[in-house]
């Protein structure tokens, strides 16, 4: 494994263990902590459609259409 994808995993472990210790702990606000991963792929540079990359994925709609499209319950 490359450097860069061990420190990817780090951060993502990272990520995993807060939003577990965040949504285990009491808080006064108590919805979840819900994450959502996305491999956007060597193709991803801004996140949007736009001018300089008009042809490129809307990685930032897709993922607005992803959370429109969860049924998963919300508090």
Do not use: E, W
Request: aromatic content about 2%.
């Amino acid at each position: 494994m490359s450097t860069t994808t061990l420190l990817g995993l780090q951060i993502l472990r990272g990520a995993i263990a807060q939003q577990h210790r965040l949504n285990a702990g009491v808080r006064q606000n108590k919805m979840p902590i819900r994450l959502l991963i996305a491999n956007t792929g060597q193709c991803f540079q801004y996140g949007a459609r736009n001018r300089t990359a008009p042809k490129d994925p809307d990685i930032a709609q897709m993922i607005i259409r992803r959370q429109r499209a969860d049924q998963s319950p919300r508090s």
